[in-house]
């Protein structure tokens, strides 16, 4: 019953993402840049929130993943920062539900690995969406060039957490 209230939540705030990264546009056009660099900011702040959501409740393989997924988020922020200062951009920031996944007592330990993958797919694909439709007509060539990286990267990563999340 925990898992299904933990994944419910995690579903309402992958709508809160693409409500606030541009994925859906009253008029159906495409991302511009500023929805990109939002949405990225976005993914980056659940990646963080994930490795707060594991120094209660996880074990050591999600406490290293977790870390390492905000790592690379900060490396990807950093990144992401050059892009957004160079074409004068001003991040939209949203309101988001956090990455939290369970309460420490409410968990045991495989339920809350299991929810802690469960999580992410939801929101990697989100952000893959946002990043394929920018590309389709980009605004930016700099922004398009990082967002075909990290379309690489983030594709190999929920492929792993979809493995992972069907051996667990």
Known sequence: ?????????????????????????????????????????????????????????????????????????????????EIQEAIGAEPRIGKRASARLAEPDSSDGPTYVRTFYAAQIPEYEATIALLERYLRTPDNVALAAFAREQLRTLRSQVKDAERTMADK
Do not use: C, W
Not at 11 to 27: H, K, M, N, V, Y
Not at 34 to 60: C, K, M, P, W
């Open 1 to 81: 019953m925990r898992v299904l209230v933990a994944i419910f939540l995690v579903f309402i705030g992958s709508s809160a993402l693409a409500d606030s990264t541009g994925e859906q546009r009253p008029d159906n056009r495409a991302p511009a840049a500023i929805d990109v660099i939002s949405g990225l900011y976005a993914f980056s702040r659940f990646q963080h929130a994930l490795l707060e959501s594991t120094e209660l409740n996880g074990n050591a393989e999600v406490k290293n993943l977790a870390a390492l997924r905000a790592e690379e988020a900060a490396k990807r922020d950093k990144t992401l920062k």
